[in-house]
Structure formats: structure tokens, C-alpha cells
Nanobody
Framework: VRLVESGGGLVQAGGSRRLSCAAS????????MAWYRQAPGKEREMAAA???????YVADSVKGRFTISRDNAKNTLYLQMNSLKPEDTAMYYC???????????????WGQGTQVTVSS
């Protein structure tokens, strides 16, 4: 199983960024997926999750600013991040799990992460 994130980088506060996660080795359309993030000195937290049928969950800290989506034809997960704040600076990880209960608590697989840095 491979989950490969891309799209990270340096962005100014108020800007936007779209992260992508290309999945292989799993039947993507049957899996729930999620984006987690970990800021320096903090615990990893879930930012957003999406089920196999497209139902989504977004953490309160990013609600209204981040949108999670998936393209099953491309085996790709996305995270559209708008109105970015310096506190969004973190390593962002893609994760997969068969069901939402799995991916939101203890994902089966993780990507290597992509760094997002928001400058003030």
C-alpha cells in the first residue's frame, strides 16, 4: 500500500493550497480516507475525513475553510485549504481505513506527509 501526498509548501496567511494523496495497493473506492496534521510540539490531529460513499467530517478548527474530497476514478484524495492561518502550519498526512470508525481513530495506512507552512 502506498499513499503519496503532494501539494505542500509555503503560503502566506489568507492564501489557499490544495493537497493531493495518490493511493495505490488498496481498493480506493471502498476505503474511508482522512487527512491528519501534526504541528511542531503538538499531537497529531485529524483535520477531515471522507467515507467511501462521500460523507464528510471536518474538525471544528478547520470547518468552513478546509474541504475534503475524493476522485475514485483517479484513486486520489484531496484537501482544499482556504483562508490559511499561521496555526495551520503542520505536516499533513493522508490516511486510509476500511470504515470511518477506523480511519478516524486508528487508520490502517499512512502516507509520509507533506509540509505546509503558513507565513504571517
Amino acid at each position: 500500500v502506498r499513499l503519496v501526498e503532494s501539494g505542500g509548501g509555503l503560503v502566506q496567511a489568507g492564501g489557499s493550497r490544495r493537497l493531493s494523496c495518490a493511493a495505490s495497493g488498496i481498493i480506493f473506492r471502498f476505503n474511508s480516507m482522512a487527512w491528519y496534521r501534526q504541528a511542531p510540539g503538538k499531537e497529531r490531529e485529524m483535520a477531515a475525513a471522507i467515507s467511501s460513499d462521500g460523507s464528510t467530517y471536518v474538525a471544528d478548527s478547520v470547518k468552513g475553510r478546509f474541504t475534503i474530497s475524493r476522485d475514485n476514478a483517479k484513486n486520489t484524495l484531496y484537501l482544499q485549504m482556504n483562508s490559511l492561518k499561521p496555526e495551520d502550519t503542520a505536516m499533513y498526512y493522508c490516511a486510509s481505513g476500511g470504515k470511518m470508525a477506523v480511519v478516524t481513530t486508528s487508520p490502517d495506512y499512512w502516507g509520509q506527509g507533506t509540509q505546509v507552512t503558513v507565513s504571517s
